[in-house]
């Protein structure tokens, strides 16, 4: 990556793969084309045959494997086999914008913060991708979050991706293991809760490729409820009241169902979410019909997936 200048920290880039041949040589490509002068590795941890071919034709990635499949062990082998200052995460279904981790790194100087990202920006290239990146956009779809929707820079919960300074790795043991899924928000908790800082930066905005099928986007969501409760679990006190609306809504429309068979107007209730949630597509201007299952479908598996969930991180 040239020569390493002495005055800017050094950036390794870790990449959790599995089954990423598709989409890992375009984020690999957004790695080459970064404008920071100080990239000494790149590091894929990867979890099948074709994502280890995909990471081995880019001449300077370093491959390690990861036998378990998930990801937050890709992250902890990544880094942990890392040797530079800074870490930089990028996803496999990432595309990085070339002056990010310059930015990245600039932000996280003038700041002082731990870790440091921007927003996710999902690019569909279906017309159902398109769909679901607009529901993942949409207010009704994912709330209200900076990373998804945008905002003033400034310290938040979490972040997508995350530019980190490698002692915070190091004092925090790095990624839970246990946390599947939202294993970076349980992260950015922890650093929050040590008194270190995470910076939203609304100039760093990171393409996303969405999943590609209902089905996808059902599981997605199902793991993040789960993932949700484990949170929970482990951190008592610091859900916020909104992550409860899907669980209760879930509730709510079971209930709305089981009661119309002796009060049929009790329907009217699921009838008016999904007139909401129909001018939710609307507004999207994006495949309406399609845009609405797919707000239905992650509100209904989130909220599934936080009900049915454990109340163990084991």
């Known amino acids: 990556y040239g020569p390493v200048s002495k005055t800017m920290p050094t950036v390794s880039v870790i990449i959790p793969a599995k089954d990423a041949a598709e989409t890992l040589p375009r984020?690999?490509?957004?790695?080459?084309?970064?404008?920071?002068?100080?990239?000494?590795?790149?590091?894929?941890?990867?979890?099948?045959?074709?994502?280890?071919?995909?990471?081995?034709?880019?001449?300077?990635?370093?491959?390690?494997?990861?036998?378990?499949?998930?990801?937050?062990?890709?992250?902890?082998?990544?880094?942990?086999?890392?040797?530079?200052?800074?870490?930089?995460?990028?996803?496999?279904?990432s595309v990085l914008p070339p002056g990010y981790i310059s930015r990245a790194v600039k932000t996280m100087r003038r700041t002082g913060a731990a870790n440091v990202g921007g927003r996710q920006l999902p690019i569909g290239e279906t017309r159902f991708q398109r769909a679901i990146a607009a529901a993942m956009t949409s207010p009704l779809g994912t709330g209200d979050a900076r990373y998804r929707r945008g905002g003033p820079e400034g310290?938040?919960?979490?972040?997508?991706?995350g530019v980190f300074d490698r002692r915070v790795l190091e004092d925090l043991n790095g990624f839970d293991e246990a946390f599947l899924r939202t294993q970076d928000y349980e992260l950015n908790h922890r650093i929050v809760k040590s008194g270190a800082i995470v910076w939203f930066d609304p100039e760093l905005a990171v393409e996303y490729?969405?999943?590609?099928?209902?089905?996808?986007?059902?599981?997605?969501?199902?793991?993040?409820?789960?993932?949700?409760?484990?949170?929970?679990?482990?951190?008592?006190?610091?859900?916020?009241?909104?992550?409860?609306?899907?669980?209760?809504?879930?509730v709510g429309l079971a209930g709305s169902i089981l009661l119309s068979i002796w009060w049929p107007l009790?329907?009217?209730?699921?009838?008016?979410?999904?007139?909401?949630?129909?001018?939710?597509?609307?507004?999207?201007?994006?495949?309406?019909?399609?845009?609405?299952?797919?707000?239905?479908?992650?509100?209904?598996?989130w909220g599934i997936g936080f009900l049915s969930g454990k109340w163990s991180t084991k």
Request: charged share 15%; aromatic share 8%; hydrophobic share 45%.
């Open 266 to 301: 009790a329907l009217l209730a699921p009838a008016g979410y999904l007139v909401v949630v129909l001018m939710a597509g609307v507004a999207t201007r994006v495949s309406p019909l399609r845009t609405a299952a797919a707000i239905v479908t992650m509100h209904v598996c």
């Open 27 to 93: 984020a690999l490509e957004s790695i080459a084309a970064q404008t920071y002068q100080n990239i000494i590795e790149v590091i894929v941890a990867t979890s099948d045959r074709e994502s280890t071919d995909a990471a081995t034709s880019h001449e300077r990635a370093i491959v390690v494997d990861n036998p378990s499949g998930s990801t937050p062990t890709a992250l902890n082998l990544a880094w942990l086999a890392s040797t530079g200052d800074i870490i930089a995460r990028c996803d496999a279904q």
């Open 209 to 250: 490729t969405p999943r590609k099928t209902l089905g996808e986007i059902a599981m997605q969501y199902y793991e993040y409820g789960v993932a949700k409760r484990q949170f929970g679990r482990l951190h008592q006190g610091s859900l916020r009241w909104r992550q409860f609306l899907p669980p209760l809504f879930v």
């Open 155 to 161: 310290a938040v919960e979490t972040v997508y991706l």
